[in-house]
C-alpha cells in the first residue's frame, strides 16, 4: 500500500469512530463510499499477498456498504455495531500489515550480519520503492540483497523469508509456501546477471533471531511439484545457528 492508500485508510477509520460516538454530521452516502474505497484497497492488497481469510472480510465489508444499491436497512444502533465491526477488522489489518513489515525488515539485517563486511560486499538492496511512489519500481521485484565476496568476487542474491512457525499442509506435514510466480521473477534476474540465487527462510524464534535457518537455492523451490514445500525438503539446507557465511561455497 502507498501512503495515500494508508492515509485515506486511517482517515475512514477516523470518520467511523466519530460516527460510533455520533459525532459525524456528514452524509451517510459519504461514508458508504470512504468504506467501500477503503475495502477494495485492502481487497487488492489481501489478494496480492494471498490471504484467503482477510479477503473474505473486507469482501464482505465493500458489498454492505456499497454505494450503489443499500440492501441493509438497519437501526442506527445495528449500524453502530457494523461500524465497530469495520474499525476492528481495519485497524487489525493494519497492525498485522505493519507488524509483517517491520519483522521482514530485521530479518534482512539478521541475514546481512551472516554475511560479514570483511568478507561480503553488499552490492545491491531492494529499496522498496514501490510503496513509497505508489507505482511499482521494477528493482524492487529483485532479491533483496546481492552479495560479492571480497577476495573470489563470487556474487549470490539472497531473497529473505520469516515465518514465525511452519505451516500444516493438506496431508498433515509441515513446511512453507513458496509463490512459483515471485520465483520466476528471481530466477530472470539470476540468469539476466548470471548469479545463483538463494532463498533464506527463516522460521521460529524471532525476526531478529530466528530459531533456524535455511538457505536454499532457488531452483530447489521453483522445481519443487507444488507450491507447498515442506520441512522434509528444506532440511538439507539448513544452517547452524548464528554461524556466519566466510565461504563462497555454499
Not at 35 to 40: A, E, K, R
Not at 148 to 154: A, C, F, N
Not at 161 to 186: A, I, L, N, V
Amino acid at each position: 500500500m502507498n501512503i495515500l492508500t494508508r492515509l485515506f485508510i486511517f482517515g475512514t477509520i477516523f470518520v467511523l469512530i466519530l460516527a460510533t460516538l455520533n459525532l459525524y454530521s456528514g452524509g451517510f452516502d459519504v461514508l458508504r463510499w470512504a468504506v467501500f474505497v477503503s475495502g477494495l484497497a485492502l481487497i487488492y492488497t489481501t489478494y496480492r499477498n494471498r490471504t484467503v481469510g482477510w479477503i473474505i472480510v473486507f469482501a464482505v465489508i465493500t458489498i454492505v456498504f456499497n454505494p450503489f444499491y443499500q440492501f441493509l436497512h438497519l437501526e442506527k444502533e445495528v449500524w453502530r455495531i457494523v461500524d465497530i465491526f469495520v474499525i476492528g477488522a481495519f485497524s487489525i489489518f493494519l497492525w498485522c500489515y505493519y507488524s509483517f513489515y517491520k519483522k521482514g525488515l530485521q530479518f534482512e539485517r539478521y541475514v546481512a550480519s551472516l554475511f560479514p563486511r570483511n568478507i561480503w560486499v553488499i552490492a545491491d538492496r531492494t529499496k522498496d520503492s514501490s510503496k513509497k511512489l505508489g507505482r511499482l519500481v521494477e528493482s524492487d521485484t529483485n532479491p533483496d540483497f546481492t552479495f560479492r565476496h571480497i577476495t573470489t568476487g563470487k556474487t549470490i542474491a539472497v531473497e529473505c523469508k520469516f515465518h514465525s512457525y511452519f505451516y500444516k499442509g493438506k496431508y498433515g506435514d509441515s513446511g512453507t509456501w513458496w509463490r512459483k510466480e515471485q520465483g520466476e521473477r528471481y530466477r530472470a534476474y539470476g540468469a539476466e546477471h548470471k548469479i545463483p540465487v538463494f532463498v533464506a527462510i527463516g522460521i521460529g524464534g524471532s525476526s531478529k533471531n530466528p530459531q533456524r535457518l535455511f538457505l536454499c537455492p532457488l531452483e530447489k523451490l521453483n522445481n519443487a511439484p507444488h507450491e507447498f514445500i515442506t520441512e522434509n525438503d528444506l532440511r538439507q539446507f539448513e544452517k547452524k545457528h548464528g554461524v556466519q557465511f566466510l565461504s563462497d561455497s555454499f
